[in-house]
Structure formats: C-alpha cells, structure tokens
C-alpha cells in the first residue's frame, strides 16, 4: 500500500507530543478536571449538560419525545458543554461523569441529585422513569435493549474507527479506513436485514432502540455526518436504512432534538445552544422569520 510506514511501538508508550488530529487540544491520556467550574442549575428537574453530536441528539430526542407524549416531569434545561473548548474537563462537569464525555443528566426530582452519564445509560433511566419508549411484555423489552446496547457496542466502530481515520485523522491510512469501512458497511447491512422485516428497530413499535441508533446510522445514509461519507460507503444504498431514517427524522420531538445544544453547522436557524423552556423553540422560529 503506497500509504503505509512502518511504525515499531516502543517498549512502553510515552505521551510526550500532540497526536494530531481534529481533537488533539483535548485528547489526553488521563481523567479527572483540568480547572475548576461549577454546573449551571435551571428551574427544572432533569439538568442536561451536552453538545449536538450523535450521542447528545440521542437524549434531547428522547426528552422530546417524552415531552409531547405529555410528561411533564420531562421538562429539562439543557446547558451546552463545548468539548473543543475542553469544558467537559471542568470540575462540575466531571463530577457528574468521571469519564468527562458528553452527554450527562443530572436528576434533581430525587431526594439526593442522581448523576446519569452514557447516552445508553440515560435512554434506559429516562424509559423506566417515565414508562415510556420502552416495551413492558418481557420479550420485546429484551430484543429492544438488544438493540440499544448493539448501538452502544457498534458506535465506537462507526465514530471512533471510521469516523476518525475517513474524516479526522492528520493522515489519510489505507488500511485503517479499509479496516473500518468494511466493519460499518457491515453494521449497515445488519440493520438493513432487520428493518426489512420491522417497521422499527425492534419490532413495530417506535423505541429507545431506535432514538439511540438514529443519530448514528440515519446521519451516514443521509449524509450528515463525516464530509462524503454517503457517497464513500455507498449509504444511500441500504434501502431499509434510508426509509427507517427518514421517517423517524420527519417526528417533530426529533427536529426539535436535533436543534437542542448544536452549537456547529452553517444553518443558524437549527441551532438552540440552550434550551430552557418549550418556548425557546418558538422564539428560534420567530428569530429566523425576523432576519
């Protein structure tokens, strides 16, 4: 392959330069704060601290979604946490996920605040908390956490393999995009077979299964995600894929999730940096029809 250098790994590995990359400011091989900086807390119980990308959009659909299913006690205040900015590093930001990766939820209507973090995590507390998006008959409520923690287990392989090696990486490696390229190809496959057969992800019925794959695997078939990476994996492609994506994408909790916390994009009229009241969304519109 004309693109390959040898590299022999060291006996131990240092971090003793910058990695290069899109993220290299904030990569780091070590947790815990780098400066101190309490949490903003709304008026409302449910406190999420979280930025628009595929894991943040999960949980602001799934409170949208409990939203207009009309639980109230969903109301949330949604704070906007900069990870290029490092703010995921702050005290307060730790406290709440040690593992300082967004999104994280904090549950004030408990009699101490519980701490929630992982996207999977929070789809899972907020379904039993409210009873909703997730089946109660026993066996559709397994294959449905079958599928969400298939998402959670297939993500790093689609962000973290394809995504970085295709779109962020300092250097382009055939073979690392080869590698990962095939592996989603794969996972799209997969979830081509069983849409299929099934309105949605695990069965007919619209579930967490769903709001956490979305995110994901809608962005690549419809080209929202990693520069021209539709065209590259040939997403459009997975027909199943492209149908189940773009009925979910045309819910109203869903474009109003997608607004919440995006702070990137050239579209200004879809960004809600924050969000603190049903209303904010009206106030976007009206902004938009002003200028």
């Known amino acids: 392959m004309s693109d390959r250098t040898e590299y022999t790994p060291p006996k131990v590995w240092k971090w003793d330069k910058p990695n290069g990359g899109k993220f290299a400011n904030v990569n780091r091989p070590i947790a815990g704060s780098t400066h101190d900086k309490d949490l903003q807390v709304g008026k409302h119980p449910l406190q999420l601290y979280s930025l628009a990308t595929p894991n943040g959009v999960k949980v602001t659909v799934m409170v949208e979604e ?4 009309g639980h109230s006690g969903a109301e949330y205040d949604a704070w906007l946490i900069n990870i290029g900015e490092g703010d995921q590093f702050g005290s307060g930001f730790v406290d709440a996920n040690p593992n300082s990766k967004i999104p994280a ?3 004030h209507s408990t009699a101490t605040p519980t701490r929630v973090f992982e996207s999977g995590s929070i789809l899972l507390y907020l379904a039993e908390k409210f009873n909703a998006l997730l089946p109660t008959d026993p066996t559709a409520r397994v294959e449905c956490l079958n599928w969400l923690f298939w998402q959670m287990g297939s ?3 689609l962000g973290g393999g394809f995504g970085h090696f295709y779109a962020y990486a300092p250097v382009k490696i055939e073979y690392c995009i080869d590698r990962f390229s095939m592996e989603v190809k794969r ?3 997969v979830l081509d077979r ?4 099934n309105q949605f992800i695990s069965g007919e019925d619209y579930t967490i299964a769903d709001i956490a794959i979305w995110p994901w695997y809608g962005a690549v078939v419809s080209g929202t995600i990693y520069d021209d990476s539709m065209t590259f994996l040939e997403a459009d492609g997975y027909k199943n894929v492209v149908r189940w994506t773009q009925e979910i994408a045309a819910r109203e ?13 050239d579209d200004l009229s879809q960004q809600l940096h924050e969000r603190h009241d049903a209303s904010d969304f009206d106030n976007k519109t009206q902004d938009k029809l002003e200028n």
Do not use: E
Request: charged letters at 25%; a positive charge.
């Open 66 to 69: 409990l939203l207009a299913q």
């Open 105 to 107: 939820l904090v549950d």
């Open 253 to 265: 909790p869903v474009k109003r999730g997608r607004m919440v916390n995006r702070a990137f994009g």
């Open 187 to 189: 996972q799209l496959d």
């Open 194 to 197: 069983q849409l299929a057969d």
């Open 155 to 157: 993500a790093p392989y």
